[in-house]
């Protein structure tokens, strides 16, 4: 049905994003989270449909798999990154920093005044860099 193809898509976007971070060579928290805001960026597409509402990952557990393979591998940068912190709770402030920098970049929410003239892609690596730094 229409669900589970939109489902097996979305669980491809959530593995090609791991592919991609991977084969980057990025190495370290702040590249990691540099890679996600620039996958969004350049397949929005496919970005929205991963955290599409309508999709129950529970009702599709190669979904569910895929989403839980790109966790852990943040997880791990965070470990490595900040051992003395509760990864749990340092894992998930890395991943909402990183995408709701990018949802505020593909919603085109951030102004000049906020932003200055910084590109995406410098604003990205400024911010990632910060908290990785003061994690």
Known sequence: DRDSLLAALAAQAFHDLVDWTRASGA???AAL???YVE???AHPG???LMFSAA???ARYPELQLAATELYELLGQAVRAAAPARDPL???LAAWSLVHGLAQLLLDQQLSE???GDLSATELSQR???LFAENL
């Open 113 to 115: 005044a906020m932003c």
């Open 55 to 57: 999709l129950d990952k």
């Open 39 to 41: 996958f969004a960026l």
């Open 33 to 35: 989270g540099q890679r």
């Open 27 to 29: 190495q370290g928290l």
């Open 127 to 129: 911010v990632t860099r």
């Open 89 to 91: 709770v340092a894992t």
């Open 46 to 48: 496919r970005f929205a």
